[in-house]
């Protein structure tokens, strides 16, 4: 899914948290001689995606438990600077190189919009706090197909190509099929629809085989037996699946999944890097985190620092390795 | 039987004071919303949906529908008075509402527009009510063959509006198709004229383009003619107080025309992703097929009016036969509701209607009731309008140019577009002023990238066969309506020839 | 005017061709319909289209100079001046926009195009000029909680 796509989750607690934001960015960098974060410095939290995407709701669930366990001394200012798949806000974060006070949450596009456009940053300039959760998909078959499970898809697709569907192009639902197909040693045609909305109305209609996408989305559907799940691409199923088997369990583990963490600024002083990875081993153990990796059927993959950077790397450069063997990108 | 006992379940839910409140507020609110350029429903929804936290689930979904088909009814206003759609499915009713109100009949246009939403959007609730089951399976009987020969039906109606010069009109559609190419291929992935912009991954958004060309450049093209000299009056003449309410001619010469759209506009709407725009246009091109006067139509006539509100007013009832039956949102203002369903842990799918029959059906009542609010508001509030034409035009000139800019800058917060919005607007000037058709230009923009795509993925899916477009019952009904329209519109002459070029050109 | 706005869209046209069919392939690598195909058909179109117009165009002007009757495809007549004005003025309002956000470029607009376009007027400018801009932010801002351009330069006390 991309952020235009999921825009429709809509800005849940938008209205919760002023947007004033006028805070002077320019006495940022001199307020380090103090311990950090300095109650008196206002925390400029920069949401790339317009209110209501996934990442504008990750960025709030965040500052909302931030706050209910007082856990930052200072003032928070969460504004939304949408525009160019994200282009824009983490241009924005990125113009604070240095600043231990401007933050932002990533998701999927973090690590595809720099492969599309000609962006100023790349994931890994930026401070590397937490990797919290990953996105991953399920693929499902219509629940009138006469494929039962992932072995007789796959036995299935060996001798018939296969279509399946997904969200996009330079994106994870074309990943994550591709590298199975791989691994599992069957053809399939991609047929990239615009939203999760559209492809499933496809494979609803019986105009493709099978569809990638975000459980999340579908469970209504799979729930009542319309839509047959066959194969989740975490590294654990949610509970919501029940036992659907992991890409790993059948044994073509592809380990490609779109992160959902934390970025400070590039070259943000060590103190702030330091303080956020503690802060954010707090968060992930309230209650409020399960709640929200629950809802929302993430998977909770946490990493923090370095290795989140070395993640994101990772992550670009087997995007960018696919997409170039298709010749979506140059 | 069921149906009656459930309406009436629904019926005692709804009506509660405060839920009548909540209703009544949603609906005043997504009037307002509707009448600025630029906030369509969704983008009305979105903004309101955090009001609706504490409150009490059915109330607040009560009221977030109110917005959402209420915002239906205000969209229209602007499109009469300034030739302004706030959103696509109001581009149809800019058509003959415009001419309707420069004519003198603004009055009875803004009336007939609420009484055409009111039956539009009563009927697809009735629809909703007997049929909801039944048109599951139309929604879901819809794949990429038939979303193509959708977009291609919507296209007979660049016929209409390529106008008498021709050569003119099939330049502004295809400048249309050109804009809509723009931003990263879907297929493929591969950027298409972004030049490595980011800001043009996502492609050339259609509401900044329409507000631009319709609004500013009729604006534009207004001082040029030098309507803001002229004392009071202003665009739009206004005749005496007594011609306000429309004549008894108005009702009778377009009740067939309410009775059609609303089936069509409904089952238009039933169609995840076609929704109320291409609801709306094909409504108007249908009418005019039909019409003993299709000279008439862009000139004035009240059914070109009439025809398009019914079916926008009757899709977007109808798209919530997807959101409820499937949980599938058929557009953007139905995935807003999608995600308010969401937040009070309900999750639509195909059993939702069995688990939650009082939420379910409190909604569908409170749409019976809404609707009718929204008529009973439309009737007081359309004097208030009016008023609006009686501003002489130097003044109301200037604060167009606000609104649509503030207008246009809210929806995405984003600067390129209001920029774009402004050189849409010196384009329009010219294209109005010699003869280029704008309509086209902003159809062409809507339905060629949906045209594109469902090709491409159709041929993905046959494998590069065309023959995919016979063997599905969905598309053989698609292709049997269209040959009946198209059957008759060589009947009208020189402009049905027109059209053709312009579709192979545009594909 | 009329020759010079249809060169500059056969300039687009041609620019768009270019770019079609030097940059986009005309089918995929696996034979289907590539991102050039469409806008391949769309670029040739529209450039034929233009010349053919342009050709028109001329052909009308010929006829008026020789005396002949005038096309009906020429402009209606109409005032320039007013509408370069009122293009200049929404043209710094943009500007105006980017800079001073949203609420004091509207004020200042209003100010300037009102004293413009209504003359003398003063006490009925002045109040559209204040009522405008406080009911918009009051209904976006306020109620509707929807976005407003913000300021480069913040020059408002609150």
């Known amino acids: 899914m991309t952020e235009l796509q999921d825009n429709w989750a809509s800005r849940l607690r938008a209205g919760a948290i002023g947007v004033a934001v006028a805070a002077p960015l320019a006495l940022g960098g001199a307020a380090f001689a103090q311990s950090y974060p300095s109650a008196d410095e206002t925390l400029d939290w920069t949401i790339a995606f317009g209110p209501g995407g996934g990442n504008d709701i990750m960025a709030r669930t965040i500052i909302d438990i931030l706050d209910t366990y007082d856990l930052y001394p200072g003032d928070i200012a969460a504004e939304n600077r949408a525009g160019g798949s994200g282009a824009v806000g983490w241009g924005y974060l990125f113009a604070q190189a240095g600043s231990g006070y401007g933050i932002s949450t990533t998701s999927g596009s973090f690590v595809t919009t720099p492969l599309q456009a000609d962006t100023p940053w790349q994931p890994a300039d930026f401070t590397p706090v937490a990797l919290l959760a990953t996105d991953d998909l399920v693929l499902v078959v219509n629940g009138s197909s006469d494929i039962q499970d992932i072995g007789q898809f796959i036995e299935y697709a060996q001798s018939n190509p296969v279509t399946i569907a997904g969200t996009g192009t330079v994106n994870v639902d074309f990943i994550v099929p591709t590298l199975f197909a791989q691994a599992a040693g069957f053809e399939f045609e991609y047929v990239s629809f615009n939203s999760m909305a559209d492809q499933t109305t496809a494979l609803l209609s019986d105009s493709v085989d099978a569809m990638v996408g975000n459980p999340g989305e579908i469970l209504g559907l799979i729930d009542s037996g319309d839509l047959r799940p066959l194969v989740y691409s975490g590294a654990s199923t949610p509970a919501a699946l029940g036992d659907v088997p992991t890409m790993g369990d059948v044994g073509y583990d592809i380990g490609v999944s779109m992160p959902r963490g934390l970025i400070l600024a590039p070259d943000a002083p060590a103190e702030a890097q330091e303080w956020w990875i503690a802060t954010m081993q707090q968060v992930v153990q309230t209650p409020e985190w399960a709640e929200y990796i629950s809802s929302n059927t993430l998977t909770p993959t946490v990493l923090y620092g370095e290795e989140f950077r070395t993640f994101l790397t990772n992550t670009q450069n087997g995007f960018a390795e696919v997409l170039r063997s298709v010749g979506a990108i140059d | ?507 | 005017m009329r020759i010079a706005f249809l060169v500059a869209v056969l300039g687009g046209a041609v620019f768009y061709s270019y770019i079609a069919f030097i940059d986009l392939n005309f089918l995929t690598r696996t034979g289907r319909l590539g991102p050039g195909f469409f806008p391949r058909f769309i670029g040739v179109g529209m450039a034929l289209m233009t010349v053919w117009a342009i050709l028109d165009a001329l052909g009308d002007r010929r006829r008026v100079a020789a005396g002949g009757p005038e096309g009906d495809n020429d402009a209606p007549a109409g005032t320039w001046s007013d509408a370069v004005l009122l293009i200049a003025l929404a043209l710094g309002y943009a500007v105006l926009l980017r800079l001073f956000g949203g609420f004091v470029a509207t004020l200042v607009y209003l100010v300037v195009t009102l004293s413009l376009l209504n003359p003398g007027r003063h006490v009925q400018n002045a109040l559209v000029a204040v009522l405008l801009p406080v009911g918009v932010y009051i209904l976006f801002d306020r109620i509707l909680n929807a976005n407003m351009p913000p300021a480069l330069f913040d020059i408002l006390p609150f």
């Not at chain 2, 309707?100 to 697809?124: D, H, I, N």
């Not at chain 2, 949102?329 to 029959?357: C, D, H, I, K, Y």
């Not at chain 2, 508001?377 to 009686?390: E, G, H, N, T, W």
């Open chain 2, 1 to 507: 039987m069921d149906i009656f006992s459930d309406l009436v379940m629904g019926l005692s839910i709804a009506i509660t004071p405060i839920n009548m409140l909540y209703l009544l507020i949603g609906a005043l609110v997504g009037m307002i919303v509707g009448v600025i350029p630029g906030f369509g429903p969704s983008a009305g929804l979105a903004i309101l949906l955090p009001v609706t936290f504490g409150m009490d689930p059915i109330g607040a979904i009560m009221m977030l529908a109110a917005i959402y088909y209420g915002a239906m009814y205000g969209g229209t206003i602007t499109s009469i008075l300034l030739n302004t759609p706030g959103e696509s499915a109001t581009v149809a009713s800019t058509f003959d509402g415009f001419p309707l109100a420069k004519k003198g009949r603004a009055g009875p246009a803004l009336v007939m527009q609420a009484v055409a939403s009111f039956v539009g959007g009563t009927v697809g609730v009735i629809l909703i009510t007997i049929l909801a089951p039944l048109f599951s399976q139309v929604s879901r009987s819809f794949g990429p063959p038939e979303y193509f020969l959708l977009a291609m039906m919507g296209m007979l109606t660049l016929i209409v509006m390529i106008g008498t010069n021709w050569k003119l009109g099939i330049i502004s559609a295809l400048i249309g198709f050109a804009l809509g190419t723009v931003g990263v291929d879907l297929e493929t992935g591969q950027g298409r004229y972004t030049f490595g912009s980011a800001e043009l991954i996502g492609g050339i958004y259609f509401i900044p383009i329409a507000i631009g060309l319709f609004g500013l450049g009729e604006l534009f093209y207004a001082f040029y003619s030098g309507l803001h000299k002229t004392g009071t009056g202003g665009i739009i003449q206004y005749d005496k107080e007594s011609r306000f309410w429309p004549t008894a001619q108005d009702y009778i010469s377009t009740r067939w025309t309410m009775a059609r759209h609303s089936v069509l506009g409904f089952v238009v709407g039933v169609i995840p992703g076609a929704g109320a725009t291409i609801a709306s246009l094909m409504a108007y091109s249908t009418e005019r097929s039909l019409s003993k006067h299709p000279e008439r139509f862009g000139q004035g006539e009240m059914a070109g009016l009439v025809a398009p509100e019914t079916a926008n007013n009757a899709a977007s009832s109808g798209a919530m036969i997807p959101l409820l039956t499937l949980g599938i949102p058929g557009s953007a203002s139905t995935a807003v509701l999608l995600a308010a369903f969401l937040l009070w842990g309900l999750r639509p799918g195909p059993l939702f209607m069995e688990q939650n029959p009082e939420l379910a059906w409190g909604l569908i009542a409170s749409m019976y009731l809404g609707n009718m609010a929204l008529l009973a508001i439309s009737i007081f509030a359309i004097p208030l309008f009016v008023q609006m034409i009686k501003v002489p035009y130097r003044i109301l000139g200037p604060a167009v140019v606000v609104i649509c800019t503030l207008g246009t800058f809210s929806v995405h917060a984003s600067f390129i577009e209001t920029y774009l919005m402004f050189a849409a607007g010196i384009v329009g000037f010219f294209m109005r002023l010699y003869g280029f058709s704008p309509a086209a230009l902003v159809l062409a923009l809507v339905l060629g990238p949906l045209a594109e795509e469902a090709l491409r993925q159709t041929l993905t899916i046959s494998r590069g066969s065309f023959g995919i477009f016979l063997d599905r019952p969905a598309s053989l009904w698609i292709i049997g309506v269209t040959i009946v329209l198209v059957l008759i519109l060589p009947l009208m002459g020189r402009i049905g020839g027109s059209a053709g070029k312009a579709e192979k050109a545009g594909g």
